[in-house]
């Protein structure tokens, strides 16, 4: 019955719709996977980045304490003088 009300023009306009619409939603899966693929390259470069920047800080920790340490050799060397001309 409902074949017999709709035109052979209807029935191709609803079919070009359908068609259309899945078209659209394959392209749209298409770019979605796309940005996927791009965000995922993002993550893996600022990890890199954050790993970099981790090794470069340890380094910086490891060079402040040897500073340190030479500073705190270097005031124990001079203390004795500083105390010795004191109480004279």
Same mark, same amino acid.
């Given at each position: 019955?409902?074949? @017999?009300?709709?035109?052979? !023009? !209807?029935?191709?306009? +609803?079919?070009?719709?359908? &068609?259309?619409? #899945? %078209?659209?939603?394959?392209? @749209?899966?298409?770019?979605?996977? #796309? =940005?996927?693929?791009?965000?995922?390259?993002?993550?893996?470069?600022?990890?890199? &980045?954050? =790993?970099?920047? %981790?090794?470069?800080? +340890?380094?910086? $920790?490891?060079?402040?304490?040897?500073?340190?340490?030479?500073?705190?050799?270097?005031? %124990?060397? $001079? @203390?004795?003088?500083?105390? %010795?001309? *004191?109480? *004279?």
């Amino acid at each position: 019955m409902v074949m @017999s009300v709709m035109s052979e !023009g !209807g029935i191709r306009v +609803i079919l070009a719709v359908i &068609i259309a619409t #899945l %078209a659209a939603i394959v392209y @749209s899966l298409r770019i979605l996977v #796309l =940005l996927e693929r791009r965000m995922a390259r993002v993550d893996e470069n600022i990890q890199r &980045i954050t =790993l970099k920047i %981790a090794a470069e800080e +340890i380094q910086i $920790l490891k060079e402040e304490k040897r500073i340190e340490a030479e500073e705190k050799k270097i005031e %124990a060397k $001079l @203390s004795p003088k500083k105390k %010795a001309k *004191k109480k *004279k």
